[in-house]
């Protein structure tokens, strides 16, 4: 049963259903099956896109009485692959298409690299599918598998392709269930078994799997659960899950209430930790950056995740974060305010958190700085220079300006005169601040009132509306200038924030720029707090590990301060005095200059001891190969030599001619053997001599098969003319195919011959030498380019496993490289990469093929 469309009809989108498991064998495909089947029954048309049985006899059986779309065959360097016909489905129009391993990469010819695309393309058409994927091949888990497992997966799908599936259900399965599956023959071939349970499929690997498996299910299912209650607008907290949020000021209590808020989430399974700082939204806090970097340090270290939010009313950006992540609890600490500072200011952010909280569970922690807190400044501090000038000016001021408006008196009436004195009261806040501006409004009302407001030369008012006036003018010069204070306290702090930010972001650039962060940052210290010095202590030794100065000498030291900078480290700066918001940034300048350290002294350790691994390596390798692999040959000739030599047995003219090429051959190996140890070693040394010239490919090719010992070898190029000259030393270009060529071979599948391929692309010429070997697991790839290495290879006479790691220190040392890779359908792809002698099309990726 097809369905048509009529032309213009607006398509639906396809519905996806996945399939998701923990490891290959838990039986996704037979799931995907047995719903086919009951949708089959019910009526829908239903079709197999793809379908991967692996040998398995159940999902095969499974497979009988579905509608099987035909595969498409697919020819890729010299092989044929089977690929789902994806234009055969969408000519099919089915209600519903079984498409498995949706992380699968196509063959290249196809419209799509991978086959989620395929899978959107149906989708899009409004084709429903079902499909299958592994937790390993989400694109989020794939290092995290790799370290769990060892194994990389090279074939991924992004994660938010399979989130946005209509239904998702995991294929779950005890680790002890699927092994036993395995021993039964389930899952793998027989030959199979005992290597899959040894490595991958062990009890470990198999549980921490399902673990990602559950938790990634888990996460998707949270999703869907909060997008719910935005589309209902539901603000109630479910409690689903314990999440724990703790609200961080900056404060000396902030560990003790992490540590804290991190037992309370432990408590249950799953429980999770959020810390979460409040800013005020014109970006001025008096939290300390380096007490809320270590705190963020503690909360990321006990598994939590940290978080900033920007609002002015603190209670309700904190509940509001925490309604947001569904979160059933809320801890704060204790005030630190003292009774009488809590009497004067009212309730805290504590308490009206509490009030607001509803049904959120708020816990208050108490730690030893409760109620240590000092009364609230009534205004600005300020040096004791500005100070006595406001108070100064808060006297004189209205003084004068009551002798000038004296002079005036009968021009100006007493509504201006009122407010020539505001004016000069304002003058006074923004010159000593509210204090002083509260001293000018005192003298300025009772200077008004016995010069200007009648009968004058009296503190006696006459009329009412004086005295209403007097007041108002008191209240209004009070209060503005409390508000000219407050903003110019506010713009200082702004400043100073905004210079902050800018200089630990620099900070921060100048440790990430690498090898020269130490002089950098010693540089920016002294200049972002205007020193004459700053030099850095090494504290046991006293030696001088650094050292920045304003002219390019030491100054005379007019205040020194020492700052510590980790355990071993002192930081030296001479000059101006530093004021305690200075010091508050210098701790954040101090604990990257520790990194700094840190990092120099590693690289520095490190740099010290590769040489000697390096060196430790080579001999060792060199003293197994002398004695296992040169000693073969060595003998061989020897005994030949001795044999032809011996006075005792006359050798019939065939016999000596055998013992002759034994010899021969045997010599031949010596001589190439130390050859190539003779070239490794110059190019350890960095003392090989490149002649580089633009050459032809296929010419050296060609000389490098004369080369070989096996001048009939099955070597089949492709075409390598195509491609542009490369830039390379000839005789090493050819020893390096020769070496390649000769390991294709060895190991190649009997019958099948070595493909030479070639492409050409962004100024770079890849040559890939193919074979259907047994190919070389992952884990070993690096391995196979080590001296003296022959990874499964126990015979000794094929020399000492120098030809790869010869051949690719030769391709680096001529600007190329040597890489491995699969090849499609089983076997090795030496991938060789070398400079083209002339500037390539950008856009010119063809493969010579």
Known sequence: MSRDLTPGTAVRRGQLRVYLGSAPGVGKTYRMLDEARRRRDRGADVVVGFIECHGRRHTENMLQGLDLVPRLTRSYRGTDFQEMDLDAILDRRPQLALV????????????????????????????????????????????????????????????????????????????????????HGNVYKAEKVDAALSNYFRVGNLTALRELALLWVAGRVDEGLRDYRATH??????????????????????????????????RTAGGELLAVHVTRSDGLSGASPGALAEQRQLVETL????????????????????????????????????????????????Q????????????????????????????????????????????????????????????????????????????????????????????????????FIPPVHTFTIAEPNNAIALVVFAAVALTVSTVVDRATRLTARAARATAEAETLSTLAGSV??????????????????????????DRRSGETLGRNDSDGAPAPARTVTEVPVGPEALLILAGRRLPAADQRVLTAFAAHIAA?????RLATVAAEIEPIKAADRMRTALLAAVSHDLRTPLAAALAAVGSLRSAEVEFAPEDQAELLDMADESLVKLTRLVDNLLDMSRLQAGVLTLHLESTPLDEVLRRAMDSLARPDAPVQPLDLDTVPPVLADVPLLERVLANVITNALRYNAPGAPVLVAASHHRGRVEVRVVDRGP????????????????????????????????????????????????????????????????AADPTDGGVAA
């Open 596 to 600: 700094a350290l840190e990092r120099d």
């Open 100 to 183: 498995d391993e949706l992380a699968h990469t196509n063959i290249p010819g196809g419209r799509h690299a991978k086959r989620w695309q395929d899978v959107e393309e149906l989708l899009a058409a409004g084709i429903d599918v079902i499909t299958t994927v592994n937790v390993q091949h989400l694109e989020s888990l794939n290092d995290v598998v790799q370290k769990i497992t060892g194994i990389p997966q090279r074939e991924t799908v992004p994660d938010e392709v399979v989130r946005r599936a209509d239904q998702i259900e995991l294929v779950d399965m005890a680790p002890q269930a699927l092994r036993r599956r395995m021993a």
């Open 775 to 838: 190919g070389i697991p992952f884990a070993d790839r690096d391995r196979v380019f080590l001296p003296f290495q022959r990874l499964g290879d126990n015979d000794n006479t094929t020399g000492v496993g120098l030809g790869l790691a010869l051949s690719r220190g030769l391709a680096e040392a001529m600007g190329g490289s040597l890489e491995v890779e699969d090849t499609p359908g089983g076997g090795t792809t030496m991938l060789l990469t070398l400079p083209a002698s002339r």
């Open 352 to 451: 009206t958190t509490v009030d607001l909280s509803e049904d959120i569970d708020v816990h208050m922690v108490t730690h030893e700085f409760t109620g240590r807190g000092r009364l609230p400044s009534l205004g600005r501090r300020h040096s004791r220079r500005r100070a006595a000038a406001g108070f100064s000016t808060g006297l004189l001021l209205p003084v004068l300006l009551t002798v000038i408006l004296s002079q005036l008196t009968g021009s100006l009436n007493l509504t201006t005169v009122a407010l020539i004195f505001q004016l000069g009261v304002v003058a006074v806040a923004l010159l000593g601040g509210a204090t002083s501006a509260l001293l000018a409004s005192l003298v300025a009302s009772l200077l008004l009132n016995y010069y």
């Open 303 to 350: 598994g939590g995740s940290y978080h900033v939010v920007v609002g002015d009313d603190v209670p309700s950006s904190l509940l509001a974060f925490a309604r947001a992540h569904d979160a059933t609890q809320l801890v704060l600490g204790t005030s630190r305010r003292g009774r009488l500072n809590r009497f004067l200011t009212g309730p805290g952010n504590g």
């Open 233 to 266: 607008n539901i603000d109630r907290v479910w409690e689903t899950r314990e999440r724990v949020v703790v609200a961080l000021t900056g404060g000396p209590e902030g560990e003790t209430i992490i540590r804290r808020a991190a037992r309370i989430a432990d």
């Open 512 to 537: 990430l720029r690498g090898a020269d962060a130490l002089p950098a940052l010693l540089e920016k210290t002294r200049t972002a707090f205007a020193l004459d010095s700053v030099a850095l202590l």
